[in-house]
């Protein structure tokens, strides 16, 4: 997961270091550490904690982010920076609104209002260093090649590395893999990963499966998809994905070049049920509300929406959620038209190119919807000169797969259920919201 994907995505990268910069030249002239405070806030005792929950991962030397933020040594010139990007929840990069819909979200690694008062208050007090015996045990950071899932049961790499050069434009490819699997199995983790260093050139991959029966029949369906800032799949219990023997795997890829020659071989692996296990329900990952044909945003226009809609056949639970637009991506929306006609909201959140994050929903609050409920997916566009990502205001935009193109729709997880189901899974619901 990189800013650097794309060449717009760079722009946005570097757009973040600036600003962060600016923040450490402020600071630098604070960098002797602070004098132990009479009260308030330190970062060994109050901003270390938050910074281990929320920032270390990515902010660490060799990691995506641009700089580490292990240790005061490490953190005190950037202090102004941290402070403004967490207040405007830039980052850590979450950008789920969170006055309106679903709540409740699993991994969800964004600050508290106390965090950022606390992280605030440190800073206007001289972002003091505080009592090293305060400081909590560093915590263990996952290897920066680790697989998300765990150590995956099967792999499937693409056939051929792959060279992507200095100066190449953009390519999209469509690369098969066998399987190489001799029996039928369900997935219940599956996660798609670039080589390790060639992160920077893989703006994404969208893995999926064909595979053909006795009669000659055809199926599959989608996988996984890897993009910044997205993680492998692990599904929600009871629910799985069938692969059969014989698959053979599509690897959609979309390779950008960033300056110097760089090499891919990326793979997907598996985590599976044991054999003969057959889970409860099967869990659909799909593209919802897509407007390819009428997205129409005008040169200079702000706020130019665009409506898509997705009718669910039979009772469902909504298991996640994630924005899909492009440079001038500004909002989106998903809500369910329910056949009462009553309308609930089920997430909006804010767009940031650099990130395609997937907003898991926490299995209390997931949403229970019935059959032929329509997913009402609202986008909105700004091709504006406020716009400091739009490489150019004064054209039209469309639908198109290039990132200076756009698009619209959202991701959606989500299983079906019979009714008698539903309702049990109603009233449980209630239940817990009653004790």
Not at 14 to 27: D, E, Q
Not at 223 to 239: Q, S, V
Request: hydrophobic residues 35%; glycine residues 8%.
């Amino acid at each position: 997961m990189d800013f650097a994907c794309c060449p717009y995505a760079r722009r946005v990268f570097r757009y973040g270091i600036a600003a962060l910069v600016a923040g450490g030249v402020l600071a630098a002239a604070g960098l002797a550490l602070a004098q132990e405070p009479a009260g308030g806030p330190t970062f060994t005792k109050d901003v270390l904690p938050i910074l281990q929950r929320s920032c270390q991962q990515c902010h660490r030397p060799g990691s995506v982010a641009p700089m580490s933020l292990l240790t005061y040594r490490d953190v005190r010139p950037w202090a102004r920076a941290i402070r403004d990007r967490t207040a405007q929840r830039e980052m850590p990069p979450w950008f789920i609104e969170r006055n309106v819909g679903v709540r409740a979200f699993k991994e969800d690694p964004s600050l508290t209002d106390a965090e950022i008062a606390t992280i605030g208050a440190w800073v206007e007090a001289g972002a003091p260093r505080g009592n090293p015996a305060d400081a909590p045990p560093p915590i263990e950071l996952a290897d920066l090649d680790d697989w998300r899932i765990g150590t995956p049961e099967w792999i499937v790499e693409l056939p051929e590395e792959q060279t992507v050069g200095a100066v190449d434009a953009d390519r999209w490819l469509n690369i098969w893999a066998d399987s190489r699997l001799t029996e039928d199995r369900y997935i219940k983790a599956v996660e798609t990963k670039p080589s390790p260093g060639a992160y920077p050139v893989v703006h994404h991959v969208a893995t999926s499966m064909l595979w053909e029966n006795e009669d000659g029949e055809e199926g599959g369906g989608f996988l996984n998809e890897y993009a910044m800032g997205k993680n492998g799949d692990i599904f929600p219990d009871g629910t799985g994905r069938l692969i059969r023997a014989g698959t053979q795997i599509r690897f959609n890829m979309h390779y950008s070049s960033v300056g110097e020659e760089t090499r891919d071989r990326t793979r997907v692996g598996f985590q599976f049920y044991p054999p003969g296990h057959v889970p409860e329900r099967v869990l659909i990952s799909r593209h919802v509300g897509d407007s390819f044909d009428t997205l129409d945003i005008r040169a200079g226009e702000d706020n130019a929406r665009s409506d898509g809609y997705y009718v669910l056949p039979e009772p469902t639970q909504v298991t996640g959620f994630q924005p899909h637009m492009h440079i001038r991506g500004k909002r989106m929306c998903v809500e369910a038209i329910r056949p009462s006609g009553a309308i609930e909201t089920l997430s909006c959140t804010g767009h940031n190119f650099g990130w395609h994050i997937v907003y898991n929903y926490a299995d209390h609050e997931a949403p229970l919807l019935p059959a032929g409920t329509i997913l009402h997916v609202i986008g909105w566009h700004d091709n504006t000169a406020a716009n400091r990502y739009n490489p150019d205001p004064k054209n039209w935009v469309g639908f198109g797969n290039r990132s200076i193109d756009d698009m619209s729709f959202a991701w959606m997880s989500f299983f079906h259920m019979p009714e008698d189901e539903y309702e049990r899974r109603l009233e449980a619901r209630a239940q817990s919201t009653n004790d």
